[in-house]
């Protein structure tokens, strides 16, 4: 059956030294999923004579499918695993600790999210996929099915293939939203500078001033520059 919940705590545990809370706030519609109530420790290290508290927080009106997993986040990643508001859970797919979800966001079927992947608002996983931990996908991109996603992907980008090879722009995503030709043209003109090649610290540092106008470049040109240290999905991943 299903579970509507109300505003408060759907579940409040303490078992094995751990407290454990998940928080959901208006009509969320649960459908035999599972909140995990096991601790996982950072590093496997056994902690001993210390109280653990996770948090699981989902938000307005998302959609948990059956056999959904949800669990808590670790001390080490701030202890919060977080679904935004209006998400979409498919059968069997799993949110691991730390998870940070944003808004909007569809996660198909049998997709698990390892630990600490953070997804952006409005971002579609296709079925079967599989997201690496601290792995970053951008506001509004799309990723298709059974696709192991072992790099960042850019904000409105479409990544697809066996190990995630970014493939465009989301250009119908981007239409849905409204979003004016001229902007949409600007983005994917671009695009077409910052992935020419493979030298993307190059082309990032030679992007024209006038891209550097529009908020959707500097959307994508700032969570470049956020962490270099983490791969990126691009034309040339192999």
Known sequence: GYFKSSVGILQGVVQNNLLFTAKMVINCTIAMAKLT????????????????????????????????????????????TIVGNNCLLMISSHVAHGCKSGDNVIIANNVPLGGHVTIEDSVVIGGNSAVQQFTRV??????????????????????????????????????????????????????????????????????????????????????????KKRPICTPFSK
């Open 37 to 80: 109530s096991v601790p996982i420790r950072t590093a496997c290290t056994l902690l001993i004579n210390k109280r653990w508290v996770f948090n699981t927080l989902l938000f307005n009106t998302n959609k948990i499918r059956e056999y959904v997993t949800i669990n808590p986040g670790t001390e080490g990643g701030g202890s919060k």
């Open 138 to 227: 951008g506001k509004s991109a799309m990723i298709g099915g059974m696709c192991g996603v072992v790099r960042d992907i850019i904000p409105y980008g479409i990544a697809h293939g066996n190990r995630s090879i970014l493939q465009g722009l989301n250009l119908i995503g981007l239409r849905r939203k409204n979003i004016p030709n001229k902007e949409i043209m600007t983005l994917s003109n671009a695009y077409k500078e910052i992935f020419k090649n493979e030298n993307l610290t190059d082309n990032l540092n030679n992007l024209s001033k006038d891209f550097k106008k529009s908020d959707l470049v500097m959307e994508v040109v700032n969570f470049l520059e956020k962490d």
